[in-house]
């Protein structure tokens, strides 16, 4: 008797979220792909180097008690921060996670991997990382078990129709990959830029229709960002205050071009779906090249970190200086941004126009 009414109450909960999920009450899930800048901790389960579950990471991340957990900055993603507005009553559980089972998934789930990549070599310096061909395989498996949950039948109507699937991805396949001294002298010598942008987009085009074949059909993709603007990157090629490495930031806009073709191109061809762009690039250098307009008093030195006069070396950890005002700092760390500027772009993609998100914001998206 007592399994019949415990069977009873999670069939309650699991009806009582479809119809809420389908007034549009709230968003019904939040799949999350990408690398370090959305991870929520699932490198903390993988015996890798790149990994962000050691303190002063987190000491801003209010639903931990400011404990590290994995997220590459001092507080909140900004999929976190768009997840609350959305009206996300959780984070998105982190899929190695112990707790990325039952009606938690029903929430959402988050797949990124810190120096994870759209090319499988991506990030092979830190040994271990989730590519995303890894996490598509991954949400394969989360879609069986939301089928399990719903039933076939509602399960598809869930995830087409209420959930949103985010992928930031990128930018590791630069830095950790072609850009790589040494581990990438042989790629670079072999493909031109213009061939590795080209291999890079043929992947990523496979894997979103891999997603789309899955049921997913509400896609929000960002492009690559600045990355010769980052401590890191100025630090090594010792800029000056305003300076960035100009390589970086040339392939990432040459990719950026090529991902905007491939997203329209998936709009017109792609019965039932919606890819809406998020411009990161253009948000991000308008943040640091005005960083003052916004609040900030440095767009060029890491809050946490060491090394060099950016401390743009060594990643964030206990022994690093870390500096008084955390909120006054574009770069929390040498690769990614605090969450006072995981806010500014959260909220610009959420309401921003087209310049910054487009076809539409992701208000409009949660909406359709």
């Keep these: 008797m007592k399994s019949y009414i415990a069977a009873l109450v999670v069939f309650f909960i699991i009806w009582c979220y479809i119809g809420k999920a389908a007034k549009g009450d709230r968003l019904g899930a939040s799949f999350i792909f990408g690398d370090s800048i959305v991870d929520a901790g699932n490198n903390n389960y993988l015996p890798s ?19 590290p957990t994995g997220r590459f900055t001092n507080g909140r993603t900004i999929c976190d921060i768009v997840g609350e507005e959305l009206g996300q009553p959780n984070y998105a559980v982190p899929f190695l996670a112990p707790n990325s089972t039952g009606k938690a998934i029903l929430y959402g789930v988050n797949y990124a991997s810190g120096a994870g990549g759209i090319l499988n070599a991506s990030g092979r310096i830190y040994v271990n990382r989730l590519g995303l061909d890894i996490q598509v395989d991954y949400f394969n498996i989360t879609r069986k078990q939301i089928d399990s949950l719903l039933g076939p ?50 992947h990523f ?67 039932g779906a919606t890819f809406v762009l998020a411009n990161v690039y253009d948000l991000a250098s308008d943040i640091i090249t005005n960083y003052e307009n916004y609040g900030f008093t440095t767009s060029s030195k890491a ?49 921003g126009d087209t310049k910054i998100i487009s076809p539409m914001n992701l208000r409009q998206l949660r909406d359709l």
């Design 303 to 351: 809050c946490c970190g060491n090394g060099g006069r950016y401390a743009g070396i060594i990643p964030c950890g206990p022994t690093s200086s870390m500096c008084s005002d955390r909120s006054s700092h574009v770069f929390w760390d040498p690769y990614h941004p605090s969450e006072a500027t995981n806010i500014i772009i959260a909220k610009k993609l959420l309401d």
């Design 49 to 67: 180097l790149s990994k962000a579950n050691i303190p002063p990471n987190g000491i801003d991340f209010k639903a931990s008690g400011g404990n």
């Design 205 to 271: 085009s496979g894997q979103l229709t891999r997603l789309y074949q899955l049921d997913a059909r509400k896609f929000v993709i960002a492009n690559v960002g600045p990355i010769g603007c980052i401590p890191y990157q100025k630090t090594l090629y010792q800029l000056n205050e305003g300076e960035c490495v100009e390589l970086p930031n040339k392939l990432a806009l040459q990719y950026n071009a090529k991902l905007k073709d491939l997203l329209t191109e998936f709009n017109e061809n792609l019965p």
């Design 153 to 202: 039948s509602k399960a598809r109507d869930f995830i087409m129709n209420t959930s949103i699937f985010s992928v930031t991805i990128g930018a590791n396949d630069f830095l950790n990959n072609y850009l790589l001294p040494v581990v990438s002298i042989g790629s670079r010598i072999t493909q031109s830029p213009d061939a590795f942008v080209n291999d890079m987009i043929t």
